[in-house]
């Protein structure tokens, strides 16, 4: 066997045909206790591109860890042209706390990549998944959600019309084919920022926003994950891509002019225009306080979790501006 044909990340050894899982070293506890992050490498029996694939990167975001499992379980290496680099669990201390952040250092994982040798505990890491693992990958799926809050299943391309590796984002995202994509330039930060500029094309699919994990939105991500693995030539197989998708460039809040209940008139994925009701806020005795209009014509991107709202409150955030998204 030649040095070439084994893929490694960290003390992680898998030759062609092999599967291993294993643990990454990233730092310790306060007590000493190693921080470790969990890993799959699956080099398959022919030779071909290298897809890293991570999840939970924000602690309370489990989606994507119930995509990861069901991925590793659907993969014979015997039948694999390539790599797979898997990782279920990317932000281990905001995953045990069950919170969206590090408690640690209380930094958002993903505004810290590529990370920093030397840095705080996200940053270190950002550092280790960095250096070890993305920068072995030709393509790299970042899996997420709108931690609790309700939100429609989406793709996000964050390097900008004019950032490195654009239309090869786009296309990936296109590929993955979850039917929505926001293309708009991301935080300083974002894996799907800094992997591109090193040459990887990156996206950020968003797998709804719900308490725990949503089965329809893991179904999708698990269709998007074995799309790119059939039309990149990881696995023999068509992906199935929506022929008519739809792309927003931004996002606007409309926030609540009046504190009370909401009563909806929209639903997430609702297509709306200028002037569309989308909810009432009515008084605890239910009188009718304050019809909220669409200002822009959107998609009805998401919505708060209760059915509560003060004044000033996030009340809809639409997706404006959609266009076909075309091959």
């Known amino acids: 066997m030649r040095a070439n044909d084994v893929l490694q990340v960290g003390p992680l050894r898998a030759g062609p045909g092999e599967r291993i899982d294993g643990y990454l070293p990233a730092g310790e506890l306060a007590d000493g206790t190693p921080i470790r992050i969990p890993i799959s490498l699956i080099n398959g029996a022919r030779p071909g591109k290298t897809l890293y694939l991570q999840a939970v990167s ?33 932000n281990v201390p905001a995953f045990h706390a069950h919170q969206h952040t590090n408690p640690l250092d209380g930094k958002k994982l993903n505004r810290c990549f590529p990370g920093k040798r030397n840095g705080s505990s996200s940053e270190r890491i950002a ?19 709108g931690s609790v809050r309700p939100m429609i299943d989406e793709v996000r391309v964050r390097v900008g019309k004019e950032g490195p590796l654009y239309r090869e984002c786009m296309e990936l995202a296109r590929v993955f084919g979850i039917g929505y994509v926001l293309d708009e330039r991301g935080p300083r930060g974002q894996l799907a920022r800094a992997a591109p500029a090193r040459g990887i094309p ?25 799309n790119v693995l059939h039309y990149y030539g990881f696995l023999p197989g068509e992906p199935s891509i929506p022929e008519v998708q739809i792309v927003v460039e931004k996002f606007l809040i409309v926030r609540a002019g009046r504190g009370g209940l909401v009563d909806w008139h929209v639903d997430l994925y609702d297509e709306v225009r200028p002037g569309d009701r989308l909810a009432t806020i009515t008084s605890i005795f239910g009188e009718p306080l304050d019809d909220v209009l669409s200002p822009a014509h959107g998609v009805v991107w998401s919505r708060p979790v209760y059915p509560t709202v003060a004044v000033g409150d996030a009340l809809v955030t639409l997706g404006i501006n959609p266009r076909p998204l075309t091959a």
Request: aromatic residues 4%; hydrophobic residues 45%.
């Open 58 to 90: 924000d602690g309370d975001e489990l989606n994507g860890l119930a995509v990861a499992r069901e991925v590793l379980r659907r993969i014979d290496p015997a039948a694999l042209t390539g790599r797979l680099i898997v990782v279920p669990i990317t």
């Open 202 to 226: 990156t996206i950020d699919p968003e797998l709804g926003g719900c308490h725990g994990w949503d089965e329809r939105s893991i179904a999708k991500g698990v269709r998007g994950v074995m």
């Open 127 to 145: 550092y280790v998944l960095f250096q070890q693992a993305v920068v072995r990958a030709d393509l790299c799926l970042d899996l997420h959600q």
